[in-house]
T-cell receptor, first 114, second 115 residues
Framework: NAGVMQNPRHLVRRRGQEARLRCSPM?????VYWYRQLPEEGLKFMVY????????ESGMPKERFSAEFPKEGPSILRIQQVVRGDSAAYFC????????????FGQGTRLTVV | AQSVTQLGSHVSVSEGALVLLRCNYS??????LFWYVQYPNQGLQLLLK??????LVKGINGFEAEFKKSETSFHLTKPSAHMSDAAEYFC?????????????FGTGTKLQVIP
């Protein structure tokens, strides 16, 4: 059973381009979380999704950021018109819907905006 | 609302010394609590979890944590630090509501182990 798979591991984008980060949850997991981690800072919650449904997006910037978790395929975190401040490590985690179950993390995507 | 507070963003211990990383939680209902470890350039790995079965929870790599409801704490300990324990540690709390559960993380504590 493969773990949470994130790709790409490293992504370089020029200012103004779009960044697409992919996350395939563990088999049997229907919940996906996205977090952003800046150097010397903790994990910042961005969005919590269930298949075809956004449960909580209170941590998502209002503009340029969007996330989806379609019925088929991976979850996508999309950042439009990237700026230098978007440079960070983005982590995806997945879990089952069962109460008290832990979240499993991917290795992260390190986005660098040049 | 639920939250966790980790006291001390950086902790240094000597190799062989006791490791104590502090975590206090806030939750309106009995929580589920977790400790994760993050090594450089990697994702988070679960160390241990508390799900109300026992207040003293043993995890991997010799770590354990004790749930103390009266103190709303879930501190992480290890009797003897090893160089390989140098990493960042995150405390997390999750609350299940209507089939959905949001995982909330603390700000992390970086553990330095001095030879």
């Amino acid at each position: 059973n493969a773990g949470v798979m994130q790709n790409p591991r490293h992504l370089v984008r020029r200012r103004g381009q779009e960044a697409r980060l992919r996350c395939s949850p563990m088999k049997g997991h229907s919940h996906v979380y996205w977090y952003r981690q800046l150097p010397e800072e903790g994990l910042k919650f961005m969005v919590y999704l269930q298949k075809e449904n956004i449960i909580d997006e209170s941590g998502m910037p209002k503009e340029r950021f969007s996330a989806e978790f379609p019925k088929e395929g991976p979850s996508i975190l999309r950042i439009q018109q990237v700026v230098r401040g978007d440079s960070a490590a983005y982590f995806c985690a997945s879990s089952r819907a069962r109460e008290g179950t832990e979240a499993f993390f991917g290795q992260g995507t390190r986005l660098t905006v040049v | 609302a639920q939250s966790v507070t980790q006291l001390g963003s950086h902790v240094s211990v000597s190799e062989g010394a006791l490791v104590l990383l502090r975590c206090n939680y806030s939750s309106s209902v009995p929580p589920y609590l977790f400790w994760y470890v993050q090594y450089p350039n990697q994702g988070l790995q679960l160390l241990l979890k508390y799900t109300s079965a026992a207040t003293l929870v043993k995890g991997i790599n010799g770590f354990e944590a004790e749930f103390k409801k009266s103190e709303t704490s879930f501190h992480l300990t290890k009797p003897s630090a090893h160089m390989s324990d140098a990493a960042e540690y995150f405390c997390a709390v999750t609350l299940n509501s209507g089939g959905y559960q949001k995982v909330t993380f603390g700000t992390g504590t970086k553990l330095q182990v001095i030879p």
